[in-house]
């Protein structure tokens, strides 16, 4: 036997409690995914494990009256990727989660644990920077909001303390007109890892000319963190999605990223794919968005 | 640290004393002697320990018994009936869906959930399902051939 504790946490503040109690050193787990490989590799020796996955304030899809869909931090991929109120209001989402990994690893693994993991490979980190969601955080004494896109601060590092727990992600109304996607690039069409690349898109066009009037972007597989690409972003404001964008754009993208090469995919090669993949995945969000109902096709 | 749980593995109740670290794949063949579920990558990558939890697929491998504490499990020793085999194992022979084996009860329980699920899928659905299990002796096609032959049956 190890040493290891053990808290089947029932709800968010006896979570915190646990945290808070074991000074930083308890981890998290709800689906286990993540952190039973670390442990399988003999990299982890968890002193004190503190679950989550049958939290139930953790574990609802909402979507308010305001339109904003609100995900609990111990739903599954699975659970995104079957709902309907999610496909109807933002199929990016839906998406994302139907492409990660596989079916098994979907039904354990969570869109909470995958964020807090911060892999700069994972999918659902991309599409909240692309949503601008906002991550709904319990801490010790009170709950504070921070944004998607301030939370990624280094390989494996998020702006969570040490008592805190993502409590959910949040992810305001898309607005009429607005048109989203999700793509990627996988050597293996399951289980890839090394060689992924993904672009999560959200846009809005210019009723009038057609110009991109407002665009959120995220990208996997090219940085040490989940990337949040302001540059290209600022140099696609504007402009009409054509051969002549996109040429402008990959000169921006491929000096604003900075994927981590490999012994089978280079970093210029994963350059190039980011761009194609990107590219791709702007004319998907473009057309979605000539649809005029929230990213619907 | 050792705590009691309670799982139904294959419709027969077992109470346990585990270890929090202590993963599913694990007990099933090192405490419980139920060598069926294989055990490889120990990454979740292969999908030769799938098993079914609650009804769904998962990798045994990354799931630590301690957090279904209550649930039902479902292995490869749970597809026969008495001594008939599942549909699906007569199908994997009747194909030659088996060549070495190593990946074949993560193949069965994988593709069983989907039958069960989806009693009647076409070929991309099968294939969508497989996708995260290997085989190593390339036998992916008299796989597939079999999981259809039982959904047009």
Redesign the interface.
């Known amino acids: ?6 808290t ?1 946490a029932k709800t968010v503040e006896e979570a915190v409690a646990s945290l808070a109690e074991a000074r930083g050193e308890a981890h998290i ?1 709800a689906g ?2 993540a952190l ?2 670390l ?3 003999g990299l982890l ?2 002193s004190w ?1 503190i ?1 989550v ?1 049958r939290v139930t304030e953790l574990n609802c899809i909402e979507v308010g009256d305001d339109g904003a869909i609100r995900i609990g931090a111990a739903v599954t991929h ?1 659970e995104v990727a079957a709902s309907t109120d999610i496909a109807a209001s933002c199929p990016m989402l839906t998406e994302m989660a139907t492409e990660i ?5 979907m ?2 693994g969570t869109i909470g644990g995958n964020i807090c993991l911060a892999d700069p490979q994972g999918d659902p980190p991309v599409a909240m920077l692309a949503l601008d969601a906002t991550f709904r955080v319990a801490g010790p004494s009170a709950t504070r909001d921070v944004p998607a896109r301030s939370f990624f601060e280094d390989l494996y590092t998020t702006a969570l303390a040490e008592d805190e727990l993502l409590q959910e992600v949040i992810i305001a109304a898309p607005t009429a007109g607005c048109g989203t996607a999700f793509g990627k690039y996988a050597a293996r ?3 890839d890892y090394s060689s992924t690349i993904s672009a999560a898109v959200s846009l809005e066009r210019d009723p009038g000319d057609g110009s991109i009037a407002d665009i959120g972007i995220g990208l996997g597989g090219c940085g040490v963190i989940p990337i949040w690409p302001e540059m290209t972003e600022t140099l696609l404001r504007g402009r009409r999605l054509n051969d002549e964008t996109f040429a402008v754009m990959r000169d921006v993208l491929v000096q604003e990223i900075e994927p981590i090469g490999d012994s089978l995919y280079s970093a210029d090669y994963k350059r190039h794919v980011a761009s194609v993949i990107l590219k791709r995945t702007l004319k998907i969000a473009e057309q979605r968005s000539v649809a005029g109902k929230g990213g619907g096709s | ?3 009691d749980i309670s799982l139904n593995i294959n419709g027969e109740s077992h109470d346990l004393t585990v ?3 202590e ?1 599913l794949v694990s007990i099933l063949r090192d405490r419980l002697g139920m060598t069926g579920t294989h055990k490889d990558c ?4 292969c ?1 030769s320990c ?1 098993v079914l ?1 609650n009804g ?4 045994s ?4 018994a ?2 279904i ?1 209550g649930d039902s499990v479902r292995t490869v020793e749970g597809l026969e009936n008495n001594g008939t085999l599942s549909p699906l194992q007569e199908a994997f022979l009747t194909f030659g869906a088996v060549q070495c084996g190593y990946c074949t009860p993560g193949f069965l329980m ?1 593709a069983t ?1 989907l039958l069960e699920e989806n009693p009647k899928p076409n070929c991309a659905e099968i294939v969508d ?1 497989l ?3 290997l085989c190593r002796c390339t036998g992916y096609k008299k796989i597939i051939e079999a999981v259809q032959a039982v959904a047009n049956a």
């Open positions: 036997m190890s040493d290891c504790r053990f089947a787990i286990g995914v039973a490989i442990m399988n590799e020796q968890p494990l679950d996955s699975s990994a596989c079916g098994r690893v039904n354990r069409k399951a289980m | 640290m050792s705590i270890d929090p670290t993963t120990c990454m979740g990558i999908g799938t939890v769904r697929p998962v990798s491998c990354l799931l630590l301690v957090q504490n994988t959930a399902a996708k995260g299990n």
